[in-house]
C-alpha cells in the first residue's frame, strides 16, 4: 500500500459498531475463500464482557464506507507475558489508500496501552501484502498452509477402530464440556508457535471456543478411549455450505493409536451428509503429522501465510 495522496480523503477509523459486521467480514473474506467468517461471529466477538485478551474491532471508513477492519486484542492462554495480535484486511479495490496503514496504526496504540511489546500478524502469503509488512517494520515468522477439500467427492474408507474406541458428537457433553477442555488445552501445548499456549484456562475456552455462534457441536467429533474423550476434531461453520477444521487435537497418552484420523473423518462423514460442499483447514508447514492426515483426507493446498512480527516501541 501507499500513503493517501493528497487529492483523495483520509480514512477515518472508529470502533465497531454492530452495523459494521456484514462489511467487516466482507473485507475479511474478500479474496480469501478459505477463511470462514461471518458476520454473526463478528458480532459475538465484540459483545463479548471483557477479559484479560481486551479484545478490540476498529474500522476504516472511506468515501462514506465500511471498506476495512482490524481485530486485535493481548494473547492470553501463555505465561509469556507482552504478546498481542492483529489481524485486519481491506477491500481490494480500496487498497492503496491509507486504510491499511490507519488501521494497524490503532491497533498498535490500543496493544501499546495494555503495555504488549511483541506484536503478532498473519499476513496472505503474497508479494503485495509481505512488502506491506515489511515497510511497516514487521519481519516474517513461520508459515501455515491452507488446504481445501471438496465434500461432494468420497471420502477415504475409514480404518478398523481399535478396541474400546468410540466416536461421539460433542453435543454429548453439552452439560459439561470440561472433558473436551482437558483435550484442547493437553493437545494445544504441542502446537507449532512463537508463543506457547501452556496456561488455557477453563473460563478462556468457554468464551472463546465453546460459545462460538460457528462453532457445530453436532459436526465436533470425540474420540472416546474406553469412556474417556481422547481426541476431538472441533468443527466451524458458516451454516450454509462451508465447513472450517477450526482444531483437531489428541491427548498425549493417547497418541500414535491414529485417533485424530478418525475424529476429522467423521466430522468430514458428518458434514457432508449434512448438505456442506467445502472444507477448509490449516496448519503449520512443521506439522508434518496433520498435514500427512489432510493429505490422506483428500485436502490440496489452496494459499499461505506467514506470520508477522514487529516490537512495539
Given at each position: 500500500?501507499?500513503?493517501?495522496s493528497?487529492?483523495e480523503?483520509a480514512?477515518?477509523?472508529?470502533?465497531f459498531?454492530?452495523?459494521?459486521?456484514e462489511?467487516?467480514?466482507?473485507?475479511?473474506?474478500?479474496?480469501?475463500?478459505?477463511?470462514?467468517?461471518?458476520?454473526?461471529?463478528?458480532?459475538?466477538?465484540?459483545?463479548?464482557?471483557?477479559?484479560d485478551?481486551?479484545?478490540?474491532?476498529?474500522v476504516?471508513?472511506?468515501?462514506?464506507?465500511v471498506v476495512?477492519?482490524?481485530?486485535?486484542?493481548?494473547?492470553?492462554?501463555?505465561?509469556?507475558?507482552?504478546?498481542g495480535?492483529?489481524?485486519g484486511?481491506?477491500?481490494?479495490?480500496?487498497?492503496?489508500?491509507?486504510?491499511?496503514?490507519?488501521?494497524?496504526?490503532?491497533?498498535?496504540?490500543?496493544?501499546?496501552?495494555?503495555?504488549?511489546?511483541?506484536?503478532?500478524?498473519?499476513?496472505?502469503e503474497?508479494?503485495?501484502?509481505l512488502?506491506?509488512a515489511?515497510?511497516?517494520?514487521?519481519?516474517?515468522?513461520?508459515?501455515a498452509?491452507?488446504?481445501?477439500?471438496?465434500?461432494?467427492?468420497?471420502l477415504?474408507?475409514a480404518p478398523?477402530?481399535?478396541?474400546?474406541?468410540e466416536?461421539?458428537?460433542a453435543?454429548?457433553?453439552?452439560?459439561?464440556?470440561?472433558?473436551?477442555?482437558?483435550?484442547?488445552?493437553?493437545?494445544?501445548r504441542?502446537?507449532?508457535?512463537?508463543?506457547?499456549?501452556?496456561?488455557?484456562?477453563?473460563e478462556?475456552?468457554?468464551?472463546?471456543?465453546?460459545?462460538?455462534?460457528?462453532?457445530?457441536?453436532?459436526?465436533?467429533?470425540?474420540?472416546v478411549?474406553?469412556?474417556?474423550?481422547?481426541?476431538?476434531?472441533l468443527?466451524?461453520?458458516d451454516?450454509?455450505?462451508?465447513?472450517?477444521?477450526a482444531?483437531?487435537?489428541c491427548?498425549?497418552?493417547?497418541?500414535?493409536?491414529?485417533?485424530?484420523?478418525?475424529?476429522?473423518?467423521?466430522?468430514?462423514?458428518?458434514?457432508?451428509?449434512?448438505?456442506?460442499?467445502r472444507?477448509?483447514?490449516?496448519?503449520?508447514?512443521?506439522?508434518?503429522?496433520?498435514?500427512?492426515?489432510?493429505?490422506?483426507l483428500?485436502?490440496?493446498r489452496?494459499?499461505?501465510?506467514?506470520?508477522?512480527?514487529?516490537?512495539?516501541?
Amino acid at each position: 500500500m501507499t500513503e493517501t495522496s493528497a487529492a483523495e480523503a483520509a480514512p477515518t477509523i472508529r470502533d465497531f459498531r454492530p452495523e459494521d459486521a456484514e462489511a467487516v467480514a466482507a473485507a475479511h473474506r474478500a479474496g480469501r475463500e478459505h477463511l470462514v467468517m461471518s458476520a454473526e461471529v463478528l458480532l459475538w466477538l465484540n459483545a463479548r464482557p471483557g477479559s484479560d485478551e481486551h479484545f478490540r474491532t476498529f474500522v476504516a471508513e472511506l468515501d462514506g464506507r465500511v471498506v476495512g477492519g482490524v481485530r486485535c486484542g493481548v494473547v492470553t492462554g501463555t505465561t509469556t507475558a507482552g504478546v498481542g495480535y492483529a489481524n485486519g484486511s481491506v477491500l481490494p479495490e480500496f487498497r492503496r489508500r491509507g486504510a491499511g496503514t490507519a488501521l494497524l496504526a490503532a491497533a498498535e496504540r490500543h496493544l501499546i496501552a495494555l503495555g504488549v511489546a511483541e506484536l503478532h500478524s498473519w499476513l496472505d502469503e503474497e508479494p503485495a501484502a509481505l512488502a506491506f509488512a515489511a515497510a511497516r517494520g514487521y519481519e516474517q515468522g513461520r508459515a501455515a498452509h491452507f488446504s481445501a477439500r471438496d465434500l461432494t467427492l468420497p471420502l477415504p474408507q475409514a480404518p478398523e477402530r481399535p478396541a474400546g474406541v468410540e466416536l461421539r458428537p460433542a453435543t454429548d457433553w453439552a452439560d459439561d464440556p470440561r472433558p473436551l477442555f482437558l483435550v484442547d488445552a493437553d493437545a494445544v501445548r504441542d502446537e507449532p508457535g512463537e508463543v506457547p499456549m501452556d496456561a488455557l484456562e477453563y473460563e478462556d475456552w468457554l468464551r472463546s471456543t465453546w460459545e462460538r455462534p460457528d462453532l457445530d457441536r453436532a459436526l465436533t467429533v470425540v474420540a472416546v478411549v474406553d469412556g474417556e474423550p481422547a481426541a476431538l476434531s472441533l468443527a466451524q461453520t458458516d451454516g450454509a455450505d462451508r465447513y472450517w477444521s477450526a482444531f483437531t487435537a489428541c491427548r498425549r497418552d493417547f497418541r500414535g493409536r491414529g485417533l485424530t484420523k478418525l475424529a476429522k473423518l467423521e466430522s468430514l462423514r458428518l458434514a457432508a451428509e449434512a448438505g456442506y460442499r467445502r472444507a477448509y483447514t490449516s496448519n503449520d508447514t512443521t506439522n508434518a503429522p496433520m498435514l500427512a492426515i489432510n493429505a490422506w483426507l483428500g485436502y490440496e493446498r489452496c494459499a499461505g501465510e506467514r506470520k508477522g512480527i514487529k516490537r512495539l516501541a
